[in-house]
């Protein structure tokens, strides 16, 4: 239950960050954060079902694409010649920053536990028991 507690706090915080990211470009209302954020996550939540797909690449575009221009109002879409063409723009960026974001916490997990990452541990002795008779 705490996993699920988690991943759905993480999904909330990226989804949030994306639309920091987005509101400026699309130049979206407040009022609208959660439209952008049900679309990342139905992405996101769809690139990790696409087995086939490594990372769901692909996937997580076109249906982050896909679901925006459905929950988009169609005042923001008019202000774009080619609103697909724009979201798949944006796809590709936050899947680029989504991959710097992971590399970053791979680089600093690594920092921390080199040893354990590299698998040069210390020899860790058995412990004894001890037979009573």
């Given amino acids: ?17 994306v639309f920091i990211l987005l509101q ?7 009022d609208w954060w959660w439209t952008v954020a049900g679309a990342y996550c139905l992405a996101w939540s769809a690139g990790f079902l696409a087995v086939w797909a490594p990372g769901g690449v692909g996937v ?18 008019e202000r774009f010649g080619d609103s697909r063409g724009l979201l798949g723009a944006l796809a590709i960026i936050l ?12 680089a600093i997990a690594y920092t921390v536990d080199w040893a354990g990452a590299t698998g ?5 002795e058995p412990a004894r028991r001890t037979v009573v008779q």
């Fill in 120 to 124: 040069h541990h210390p020899p860790v």
């Fill in 24 to 30: 400026p470009v699309l130049e979206l209302k407040w």
């Fill in 1 to 17: 239950m705490r996993m699920l507690g988690r991943m759905i706090l993480a999904l909330v915080w990226q989804s949030t960050a």
């Fill in 95 to 106: 899947r680029v920053w989504a991959t710097i974001g992971e590399l970053t916490l791979c």
């Fill in 60 to 77: 997580r575009e076109l249906v982050f694409v896909a679901a925006m221009g459905i929950v988009l109002p169609p005042s923001v879409l």
